[in-house]
């Protein structure tokens, strides 16, 4: 499975790097101090102090105890992998096809007042993740040279959006541009404009993988700051590695040896379910801000309590599931809830809106 993403190019308030949000820019002032072991303790760790101290955000244990319960019993499935939106051919191609795809995985909510963005694909029209993916698999197959790291280090606005085509608003496309540019560069720069040897220098460890990303893709440093303390989330790095292990069914370029260490992938279609599940309580003030699409500033404490209590519910879940005799893993969580959030019944409360790169 594969996830969507959110937007505002924002966050980090840390000695190490700021990213301006203001002016919507990709800019570091040094290189991050990272390990792969560390950054993925870090997740966990970080959002567990954020859950244990929230102030706007709580977590109803029963109603996730009931939610555990639910999955042990009933016939609810990891979703299979959805090979019809992504492109695949075996081939390190589809490391690239997937490396740019969640380069771009995030923001897929338009301005109030404005339509989603959408394109079609097989007859069919498609928004949000699937509709990017779909997109992009598209230009691969008929040549488009998306997958080379030289055509994304000088690609161009009007490049990408021939590329996405559609209809609608699609945020922050000059960040994605940005984004891509440097992935280009990175590649060209360090591993010979190869993607698959990017994921090749994580030597099957997936925690590495992500802590690569992170350590040498600013987009991929998805943090932020609450109470002067760090919390950590790497989402869209998270998300690559899971759609390698799905796509290469853990073979090949899918193969981590530590896949299990994953969280949840903290967006904004999950925290919408949990809420509608009764898992998530907010306090009155954020409720009314979300039901009212008012944003929520990137790095503000309301929105990374949402994201940390989202990564620490699914935990709770899998460890209440692990109790029960159940063994999912988080990220398993996380695909079956996103599924479950493209379902009417899990739409009638709106999801938080952030502008983003991140999620």
């Known amino acids: ?20 949000v203001t002016h919507c820019r990709l800019a570091a002032t040094e290189e991050p101090n990272t390990g792969a072991d560390r950054e993925m303790w870090e997740v966990l760790e970080s959002i567990k102090k954020v859950s244990e101290i929230s102030h706007f955000v709580r977590v109803d244990r029963e109603a996730l105890i009931r939610f555990a319960e639910r999955l042990s019993q009933e016939s609810i499935a990891v979703p299979s992998w959805d090979s019809l939106h ?167 370029w899918g193969r981590f040896n530590d896949i299990d260490q994953l969280t949840a992938f903290s967006d904004y279609k999950l925290p919408q379910v949990l809420r509608d599940l009764g898992i998530f309580q907010y306090k009155p003030k954020l409720a009314r801000k979300v039901d009212h699409h008012v944003l929520l500033t990137a790095g503000c404490p309301e929105e990374v309590e949402i994201r940390a209590n989202t990564i620490w519910a699914v935990e709770l879940i899998r460890q209440e599931l692990e109790r029960m005799g159940k063994a999912l893993r988080a990220f398993e969580i996380d695909w079956i809830l996103w599924n479950l959030g493209q379902h009417g019944e899990f739409k009638v409360k709106p999801y938080h809106r952030t502008l983003t790169i991140f999620y």
């Open 86 to 252: 992504h492109f695949f051919d075996g081939s390190e191609k589809t490391v690239s096809y997937f490396l740019a795809l969640d380069s771009l995985n995030f923001c897929f909510w338009a301005p109030s007042g404005m339509p989603r963005w959408e394109t079609e694909y097989d007859s069919k029209r498609l928004s949000g993740y699937h509709g990017l993916a779909a997109a992009l698999k598209r230009a691969v197959e008929s040549g488009m040279p998306v997958t080379r790291a030289e055509y994304l280090a000088r690609l161009s606005l009007g490049q990408l959006k021939d590329i996405l085509g559609g209809v609608g608003k699609l945020q922050l496309m000059e960040q994605r541009v940005q984004i891509l540019n440097e992935v280009g560069r990175v590649l060209l720069r360090e591993y010979g404009g190869r993607a698959a040897a990017l994921v090749e220098a994580a030597d099957g460890s997936a925690l590495e993988l992500v802590g690569l990303l992170a350590d040498k893709l600013t987009s991929f440093r998805d943090r932020a700051t609450y109470l002067d303390a760090e919390v950590f989330f790497y989402k869209r790095a998270q998300v690559f590695v899971a759609d390698l292990h799905g796509a290469f069914a853990g073979r090949a």
């Open 1 to 20: 499975m594969c996830r969507e993403g959110r937007c505002v190019v924002a966050v980090v308030n840390s000695t190490t790097e700021r990213v301006q």
